[in-house]
C-alpha cells in the first residue's frame, strides 16, 4: 500500500519494496532476532545464482517472475532498496524508512507510475539517487549490483 500498483513489468520492484519493508517493520516492533540486514543476506543466499549474470538484474528478475520463481526475484528487488538505504545513511543521514513516511505524506496519492515514484524519491532527497539506482538496475550487469557474497 506505500507505493501504487506498477503493473507486472515493475512487479520486481514492488515486490522488492514489500519484501525489504517487513524486516524493517519487524525489527521496529521488536521481533527481529539480528538485524535486518542479517535476514536479507540470508534470504538472497540462495537465489545468488541467478544475479550471477552479465544480464542486468532488473531483467533478471522480470525472467524470474515470467518463471515462477518468485522468491528470487523479491529477494533481487529487495536489494535495491538495501543500497537506496545504504546511500541514503551515507550521503544523506538518513533512512528509507523516514523518506518513505515523508513519501506517503507528500507524494503517494498523486503516483502512478514507478517513474513518477522515482522522481518523487529523488526529489525528496534532492539529488538523482534513486534514478540513478534504477538506472545501473535496469543496465549494469547483475552480478555488479548483487554481489555473489552479500556479507
Partial sequence: MALP?????????????????QYQIMARAGLLEGTPMDHYRRKLRPHLRWYNSEHSAASVAR?????????????????FFVL????????????????????????????????????SLDGLVGETLFSEL????????????IPASPD
Avoid at 502512478?112 to 522522481?119: F, G, Q, Y
Wanted: hydrophobic share 35%.
Fill in 134 to 145: 534504477r538506472r545501473d538496475f535496469e543496465q549494469q550487469p547483475a552480478k555488479k549490483m
Fill in 63 to 79: 525472467r524470474l517472475m515470467e518463471q515462477k520463481q518468485y522468491p528470487a526475484a523479491y529477494w533481487g528487488g529487495a536489494w
Fill in 5 to 21: 500498483y506498477l503493473g507486472s513489468w515493475e512487479s520486481w520492484f514492488a515486490e522488492g519494496f514489500a519484501s525489504y519493508m
Fill in 84 to 119: 537506496a538505504d545504504q546511500r541514503l545513511a551515507e550521503d544523506h543521514n538518513m533512512r528509507l524508512t523516514t523518506l518513505m513516511k515523508d513519501y506517503l505524506r507528500c507524494c503517494r496519492s498523486r503516483d502512478t507510475t514507478l517513474d513518477e515514484v522515482i522522481a
